[in-house]
């Protein structure tokens, strides 16, 4: 069974600094990978996605991704946050064949200081 | 181009009555799912649906969960009855079928309360 482990609960920065979130899955098959955001009062938005090819990734708002295939890893970062960034990420991985559904780890709570 | 909708936003009912959730995914998306939150716990799957067909349920937690997409288009969740540990957030979202790269697009979310 797939699992994904988000060993971050909760972040709290100082804007301008610069963040790392950690995504580690568990899987024995080719997966896709995603960051998701829920910023306060909205509804989940992909932030960005890995499907194949170069293992880094950038998606919206100055975020990027890192696929670390020896590693089962998909680090979120971004060099230097801004206030606007506060809100819960989520790493999400599915099986590239076969079933659909998404398993998602336990979510991150960012929040960052003025 | 309008988004996954959901309805309600809120709903709060006592244990023991009927709730029904509705999901309306992006026009042409075949591919609907639902998941739930359950509050301090990750989002988890409950089901797929690829046009009006059930293609995987293996998340359904119990027979009190009854999931519709006749035509193909909208869908519902209903709860019947209700307990307390139905309570969370209950997410629809929808994809594009037959790409393997595909991605979800969430709605909104229902929050439901059970007292």
């Known amino acids: 069974a797939q699992s994904v482990s988000q060993h971050n609960h909760h972040v709290i920065l100082s804007e301008a600094a610069s963040l790392e979130l950690g995504c580690n899955y568990s899987?024995?098959?080719?997966?896709?990978l995603f960051w998701y955001v829920q910023y306060p009062g909205q509804h989940l938005q992909l932030l960005l996605k890995?499907?194949?090819?170069?293992?880094l990734v950038k998606g919206i708002k100055g975020f990027e991704a890192e696929f670390i295939k020896s590693k089962f890893s998909f680090n979120l970062r971004k060099p230097s946050v801004q206030w606007s960034d506060t809100a819960e990420y989520f790493c999400a991985v599915n099986a590239r064949t076969g079933r659909r559904a998404l398993t998602f780890g336990s979510g991150t709570r960012l929040q960052v200081q003025p | 181009e309008a988004g996954v909708t959901q309805f309600p936003s809120h709903s709060v009912i006592e244990k023991g009555q009927t709730v029904t959730l509705r999901c309306d995914p992006i026009s042409g998306h075949d591919n609907l799912y639902w998941y739930r939150r359950v509050m301090g716990k990750e989002i988890k799957f409950l089901l797929h649906f690829v046009k009006e067909s059930k293609q995987d349920e293996s998340g359904m937690p119990n027979n009190r969960f009854l999931a519709e997409r006749t035509g193909g288009t909208y869908s519902t969740l209903k709860v019947q009855p209700a307990e307390l540990e139905d309570s969370g957030v209950y997410f629809c979202?929808?994809?594009?079928?037959?790409?393997?790269?595909?991605?979800?697009?969430f709605g909104p979310g229902t929050r439901l309360l059970v007292l």
């Open positions: 979202a929808s994809s594009q079928a037959g790409l393997y790269q595909e991605t979800q697009y």
């Open positions: 899987y024995g098959g080719t997966v896709n």
């Open positions: 890995y499907f194949s090819g170069d293992p």
